[in-house]
C-alpha cells in the first residue's frame, strides 16, 4: 500500500467523525436556543414562522457556524471521492490543500469563538453542548491539519524514491523532473 493513500484514509475518517461530534453540538445549542426563548412551532397561518424575531435570533447567531460545517463537510466528501478514485488527490494535491487550509482556518475561528463563549454566564445552561462542539472543532482542526500534512507530503513521488522505476534530477529551478533510461551514477 502506498504511504501517502495509507495515511489520507484514517485521517479523513478520523477528521469526519470529529466534524460529526461538532455537528451534533452545534445542533443541540441551536435546539436550546430555540427552548430557551419559546419558539413556537409553526402554524398553518405563519408558515414556517420565519418572521416571527424568535426565529431570527436563534437562525443567525449560528448561521455562520453552520456555513463552517458545511464548507468543511463538502470538503472532506469530496476528498473521500477523489481518494477512493485512486490518484485523485495526488493530481489535485494543490486544490485540496488549499480547500484543506480554508477548513482549518474556519475550524480554528470555531474553537476560539467556543472557548469564548464557555466563560459567559449567559451560556452555561448550555455547556455540555458548546463543550461538545469545542471537542469537535479541536479534533477536526487536529484532523485537518494531519490530512494537509498526508496530502501535501506526496511520499511515493518525492526525489529519490525508487518506486516506479525512474530516477528524478533536478530541472529547471530545482523541480524533480523524470529522467528514463539515465542512471544517476552515470551522469556529469
Given at each position: 500500500m502506498k504511504l501517502t493513500?495509507?495515511?489520507?484514509?484514517?485521517f479523513l475518517i478520523f477528521t469526519f467523525l470529529s466534524l460529526i461530534v461538532f455537528m451534533a453540538g452545534l445542533a443541540s445549542v441551536q435546539n436550546r436556543c430555540y427552548e430557551r426563548i419559546g419558539f413556537v412551532a409553526p402554524t398553518a397561518n405563519s408558515a414556517f414562522n420565519l418572521s416571527s424575531p424568535l426565529f431570527e435570533t436563534c437562525s443567525h447567531i449560528l448561521r455562520f457556524h453552520w456555513f463552517t460545517f458545511a464548507f468543511v463537510?463538502?470538503?472532506?466528501?469530496?476528498?473521500?471521492?477523489?481518494?477512493?478514485?485512486?490518484?485523485?488527490?495526488?493530481?489535485?494535491?494543490?486544490?485540496?490543500?488549499?480547500m484543506l487550509a480554508v477548513s482549518t482556518v474556519l475550524m480554528m475561528i470555531m474553537c476560539e469563538t467556543f472557548v469564548g463563549m464557555q466563560?459567559?454566564?449567559?451560556?452555561?445552561?448550555?455547556?455540555?453542548?458548546?463543550?461538545?462542539?469545542?471537542?469537535?472543532?479541536?479534533?477536526?482542526?487536529?484532523g485537518l491539519v494531519l490530512l494537509m500534512m498526508a496530502v501535501g507530503t506526496d511520499w511515493e513521488h518525492r526525489r529519490g524514491h525508487d518506486s516506479h522505476d525512474e530516477k528524478y534530477q533536478s530541472g529547471i529551478g530545482g523541480v524533480a523532473v523524470p529522467v528514463q533510461n539515465v542512471r544517476v551514477e552515470e551522469r556529469v
Open positions: 493513500k495509507g495515511l489520507t484514509w484514517p463537510a463538502i470538503t472532506l466528501l469530496g476528498m473521500m471521492i477523489a481518494a477512493a478514485m485512486g490518484a485523485g488527490l495526488h493530481y489535485s494535491r494543490p486544490f485540496w490543500i488549499g466563560r459567559i454566564e449567559e451560556f452555561l445552561p448550555w455547556e455540555s453542548a458548546i463543550d461538545a462542539i469545542l471537542a469537535g472543532a479541536i479534533a477536526t482542526t487536529v
